[in-house]
């Protein structure tokens, strides 16, 4: 009977795994099994299966009215999968601990034993790290039998266990060298509105004993810090680099500092002072590459589906201050390996300017498009205009489906989602201000989680006022205040280069988006015309210039001169009409009679005004006209005196 009870699979449904959500446990000869209660979901660690052979213990505890297993594992010879050092369900009842202790017996031939933790709510103890998890012990203080005996605190109960395989970042915050901050992994697979525990901040005594004139030595709190690093293989890679670039040539504006980039085949490493993150390019959702307003620098944005983490701040916008100072890259990839991975699209030495090799690595290894900026120009010929969100300073480019806004905070806004857009504080040519505001509005959609439902962008000067209204006229946005808005001023014409990131370097292989080598003795323009817009378009997301020159090129080159002359003399005829429509609401507003004022009472007493010469003369005049036709009336008479005159 005993045997046959051990074939039985015994199974707990509802039964919840650390890190995931709820499912079904089953425990059999074979081992252990866990299976997700989600359905139809690609997730590929919906299910978990724990083999007899891997399983090197067991604990229970009992939390509030469940039960709490955790299940120890080990390494298997001839396993290429790696397990976590130890298992966590959640969910038992209480009262299944006999049963658990029997089919661990029976099955496994493992003794389930009862680990008691610490209640005691005490935020201090003494720390240790054990098989790969970070315990926190309580601390036991016991009096002293006589006055001035030592006596060393004793462990009490577990209180907390940290594993440090799910750390992500492991630093000493600020410039104090007394604590350090942990920070994990942040999970996808839990349901929705279930908290995680994302950091972690412990402070460690110095040593008393130590010399504090010193400052070399390093405190409790770096030596934790470091077993912590390498043990949570933070800063560990595998994989060979195939590009990298060093922290001196590009700063980071977002997040603050310098980080070396290194690229491997599926993720990058950005390595900084204290911070280290590992970004899969799965998670890179966009990459752009704007001009700034100087003319020295280009901004590089990295768009991320998961956000970093620093401290508390949380950023999903990353932004690389780039130089356009020529500069040398290696690939440490073969020939062979560059045509067969990434079709000769880079080369074993590049040379160009850093803001094009950036550029044009990022796009090629993570197979992401890099966006560009596209027909808008403000008055001073730029892509971008000068304005504040909130209290922070930055630049707002208006790309050909979005706008986005750096560099603090970094904000991307997709036409898509925009409700509406509203110039505030705009008097045309009759006001005394200097500059005006957008004020951006967006959709209202079901499940929506966005805090900030509407964007204001202050200060942008006035002479960028008209380019800005012709844009956002022509991508058919929604003006609320489109009525009460008049301008003198006709849009400029866009003589901003749209893949102006090419620059005079188009001969360089540094050319950001499908730069073809055959096509360099070409003219900048048609070269750039040709590859760049129709690889934006393909992605049907930044830029809908492909059609317009697909459109172009199907054109025959002996198309009759009239029928191009024709759509140019409708194009200048608006301006005109617009000009026209704009003298007439002037004349309107002029014609709208102003409240009189009052006038002021008059003085009875005051002496009365002096006649003119020409009162006296036309009353001379009045007279005899009135002799010669006495039966005349006074209208008459008047009437016959302005025929004189």
Known sequence: MADLDQKVPAVWKHIGL?????????????????????????DIETKRVLPKNAISGALWTIFGRSGHLRVLTKATEGSKTKLPSSLRFDGFPPSDYDRLADIFSSMYGISLKKHS???????????????????????????????????????????????????????????????????????????????????????????????????????????????????????????SVIAEFNENLGTFLTPRGRYSIELYDSFLRMRGAKYDYKIKYDDI???????????????????????????????????????????????????ATIQKEYNGEIQAQMNGSFSNLVAKTFKVITRKKVFIPGKFANANQQACVKCALRANEGHLYPLEKQFIFIH?????????????????????????????????ALLNTPGDTLAV??????????????????????????????????????????????????????????????????????????????????????????????????AAKSTPKNVDKNAKSKPKKEMESKPKKEEEKGSSKKRKQADVKKPAAKKAKKDPNAPKKPRTAFSFYAAEKRNVIAKANPNASFGEIVSSFTKLH
């Open 18 to 42: 650390y890190g995931h959500a709820v499912g079904t446990f089953t425990m059999d000869p074979s081992g252990l099994t866990w299976k997700s209660a989600a359905t139809g979901t690609d």
């Open 117 to 239: 933790m610490s209640s005691a709510g005490n935020s201090w103890g003494n720390t240790d790290i054990s098989n790969k998890h970070l315990v926190f012990r309580q601390c036991i203080l016991e009096d002293a039998d006589e006055e001035g005996e030592e006596f060393e605190p004793r462990d009490g109960d577990e209180m907390l266990s940290l594993d440090l395989g799910e750390v992500s970042q492991c630093v000493l915050p600020g410039n104090n060298r007394n604590e350090i901050e942990m920070q994990f992994l942040e999970s996808d697979t839990v349901e929705a509105g279930t908290d995680q525990l994302v950091a972690i901040r412990f402070y460690v005594p110095p040593d008393q004993d130590a010399d504090p004139t010193d400052k070399d030595a390093p405190t409790p709190a770096e030596v934790l810090q470091s077993r912590i690093t390498q043990i949570a293989s933070v800063k560990k890679t595998s994989g």
């Open 285 to 335: 959702s966009r990459l752009f590459l704007l001009p700034k307003q100087d003319d020295t620098y280009m901004a590089f944005v990295i768009a991320l589906d998961k956000p970093i983490r620093q401290g508390q701040q949380r950023y999903n916008m990353l932004v690389m201050q780039c130089t356009k100072e020529p500069s040398e890259l290696t690939i440490n990839l073969d020939d």
């Open 408 to 440: 603090k905070p970094a904000v991307l806004i997709r036409f898509d989602e925009i409700e509406s857009v509203e110039f505030q504080r705009y008097a045309g040519g009759q006001g005394s201000t200097r500059n005006f505001d957008l004020s951006v």
């Open 453 to 550: 439902k509407e964007y204001t962008f202050s200060g942008i000067d006035k002479s960028n006022y008209a380019s800005l209204y012709s844009f956002l006229s022509q991508k058919k946005i929604r003006i609320k205040n489109i009525e009460g808005i008049g301008s003198d001023e006709q849009p400029r014409a866009t003589m901003y280069d749209e893949v102006d990131e090419g620059g005079e370097e188009m001969g360089e292989s540094s050319e950001d988006e499908d730069y073809d080598q055959n096509k360099a003795s070409e003219s900048e323009s048609e070269s750039d015309d040709s590859e760049e817009d129709s690889d934006l378009g393909s992605l049907s997301d930044d830029s809908d210039l492909a059609e317009h020159r697909k």
